[in-house]
Nanobody
Framework: QVQLVESGGGLVQPGGSLRLSCAASGSIFRVYGMGWYRQASGKQRELVAR???????NYADSVKGRFTISRDNAKNTVHLQMNSLKPEDTAVYYC??????????????WGQGTQVTVSS
């Protein structure tokens, strides 16, 4: 059984910062890529940022230069530092991770989501 638990969401004013964290736990053999997606009300879920097991990153154009994804492999955690937040960043943010529970094969797991609201 694998679980992803997110934390760090909340209400912030435009221009402010938040840091999201996501911890994977359970019967884990290896964690591969980890990432953050978001879904605004009435819109499709979209990629925000992703980081490979080796530390390579990619970002949505809308967050480049403002958001930074990082991971702690020893703790199976991924973080998303969000700076210069805008109202259009308001969404439910979900973390995901590609996790192997045995030597071969992996599956993608999702967290439950955490609300980020950017408003004055």
């Amino acid at each position: 059984q694998v679980q992803l638990v997110e934390s760090g969401g909340g209400l912030v004013q435009p221009g402010g910062s938040l840091r999201l964290s996501c911890a994977a736990s359970g019967s884990i053999f290896r964690v591969y890529g980890m990432g953050w997606y978001r879904q605004a009300s009435g819109k499709q879920r979209e990629l925000v940022a992703r980081i490979t097991g080796g530390g390579s990153t990619n970002y949505a154009d809308s967050v480049k230069g403002r958001f930074t994804i990082s991971r702690d492999n020893a703790k199976n955690t991924v973080h998303l530092q969000m700076n210069s937040l805008k109202p259009e960043d308001t969404a439910v943010y979900y973390c995901n991770a590609d996790i192997a529970v045995q030597e071969y094969g992996s599956s993608r797991y999702w967290g439950q989501g955490t609300q980020v609201t950017v408003s004055s």
